[in-house]
């Protein structure tokens, strides 16, 4: 089957954020034996584009989290780093370039959306697409919902004593729980993604950093957000924000309905709780939303997986959208 094995060597092309340039070369050898001349878009990292004045793009990114799981394909799901996140949708992409006679659409492949979104911060500086479809795993619903993200660190200080006699010291990282306990009570969404404190002396620790992620919906905004959040942090210590960008909703997309239509599937909405490249291009005056093959939860993790029928139904839906563009 065509679509495994192009699968499996995706995922075997490591492609680490700012270190995909041996899948660059790979997409680009591909895409010109299927008659598509791609664009490398240089700067900081590279990006490939193709038809560029195309009014309707699908956009994805090439690199991934660290490797966690090497490829293997039990018969219905291909498990693997990279497997979901992103090669599910760049395989559906090229399954479909492989299907059509005359592309239509316009293809970006970006880099560094794992960690810094460069790589479509320096896609906007250039091009600007009327029309997104960032592909990302939403189980093939439109996730026109995109959620707004506030990431801080908070360095709790605490007072150092010797370890036998805590009632002496101001604990850092009991302090740390409880200001967790203090956020959880505002009823808003958030993980807590790291925490550091303490050591292998046998002392009381003056100090914990811990770093949280909150989310919220579009009709939220940062501003808000902060209004609630940093007066919290900071009574147990100094906070620096990593990371603030409101979320967004787009109202209508027909032309993704109409397609996944034709493809014999039901139309479904979702909600993207994550960042995605997206973010950049709607703030750039893209009209973008998220759609793609595979499950969220699983992407970033050992576990991670994608069903092979999914990239098939994500192929078909791209086939048609270039039918009726």
Avoid at 36 to 42: D, N
Avoid at 70 to 94: E, H, M, Q, R, W
Avoid at 150 to 163: L, Q, T
Avoid at 260 to 288: C, F, N, Q
Wanted: hydrophobic share 40%.
């Amino acid at each position: 089957m065509m679509i495994v094995e192009l699968l499996g060597k995706l995922v075997t092309i490591e492609s680490l954020s700012r270190r995909e340039d041996r899948l660059v070369a790979f997409l680009v050898d591909f895409l010109k034996n299927e008659g598509l001349k791609a664009v490398i878009q240089e700067g900081e990292v590279k990006n490939l584009i193709v038809n560029p004045d195309a009014d309707l793009w699908m956009v994805t990114h090439m690199d991934t989290v660290r490797i966690k799981r090497n490829y293997f394909f039990d018969g219905k799901f291909a498990y693997g780093t990279g497997v979901c996140d992103p090669k599910g949708s760049i395989v559906s992409i090229l399954n479909a370039v492989k299907r059509i006679k005359k592309f239509n659409l316009g293809l970006a492949f970006l880099s560094d959306e794992e960690e810094s979104g460069k790589g479509s911060e320096i896609l906007i500086n250039e091009y600007i697409p009327k029309k997104t479809i960032v592909m990302e795993p939403t189980s093939l619903r439109i996730a026109n919902k995109n959620y707004g993200c506030f990431e801080i660190e908070v360095d709790v200080k605490g007072f150092s004593v010797h370890a036998s006699i805590p009632e002496e010291g101001d604990n850092a990282i009991e302090k740390t729980f409880g200001l967790i306990n203090e956020l959880a009570k505002t009823g808003i969404k958030f993980s807590v993604l790291e925490i550091k404190g303490g050591s292998d002396e046998y002392t009381i620790p003056d100090r914990c950093k811990v770093r949280f992620d909150f989310i919220f919906p579009p009709d939220k905004s940062v501003k808000e957000l902060k209004e609630i959040v940093l007066p919290i942090a900071e009574k147990y210590g100094e906070f620096r924000v990593l990371e603030e960008y409101d979320g967004f909703l787009t109202e209508d997309f027909s032309v993704l309905e109409e397609s996944i239509i034709k493809a014999g599937l039901e139309v479904k909405y979702a909600e993207m709780p994550s960042w995605t490249d997206a973010i950049h291009l709607r703030r750039a005056g893209s009209d973008v939303v998220v759609w793609g093959p595979g499950e969220l939860k699983y992407c970033h993790t050992f576990n991670e997986r994608i069903e092979v029928r999914e990239i098939e139904k994500a192929s078909e839906v791209i086939v048609n959208l270039n039918d009726i563009v």
